[in-house]
């Protein structure tokens, strides 16, 4: 439905020429954008390759190799934490202790919101 509504507002045409006009605005030497996230940014090549491996839970995973000009792309300052009045806290959709039960989701079915279910059923 949303792809319908998008669709009858923006013609293929319009969408591509807004994705180059997006991907255009580096200075064309080595940028790169995600193309699913183009008006993010674009990221100069040294900042992404080669990459580094990092540990992530039981394996490795590549990282770009200047995470730091990265997030700085991605966040601007992001070492520097948001003004108290412009935080905002976010809940968890799956909270599991370890036995099989979503608590957030047993919360809401005993205020009537939905049906219980055990995660990963």
Not at 75 to 102: I, M, T
């Amino acid at each position: 439905m949303v792809h319908h509504a998008v669709r009858s507002l923006l013609s293929p045409a319009v969408i591509e020429r807004k994705f180059w006009d997006v991907l255009g605005k580096g200075d064309g030497a080595g940028d790169w954008t995600n193309v699913f996230y183009a008006n993010w940014g674009t990221y100069a090549e040294n900042a992404l390759f080669p990459t580094v491996s990092c540990a992530f839970g039981d394996g490795e995973v590549p990282v770009p190799h200047d995470a730091s000009a990265f997030l700085t792309t991605l966040y601007g300052d992001y070492l520097e934490l948001p003004p108290e009045s412009e935080r905002a806290p976010h809940p968890p959709v799956v909270l599991d202790f370890g036995d099989g039960v979503n608590v957030i989701e047993a919360a809401r079915t005993e205020a009537g919101e939905i049906s219980s279910q055990r995660v990963g059923a």
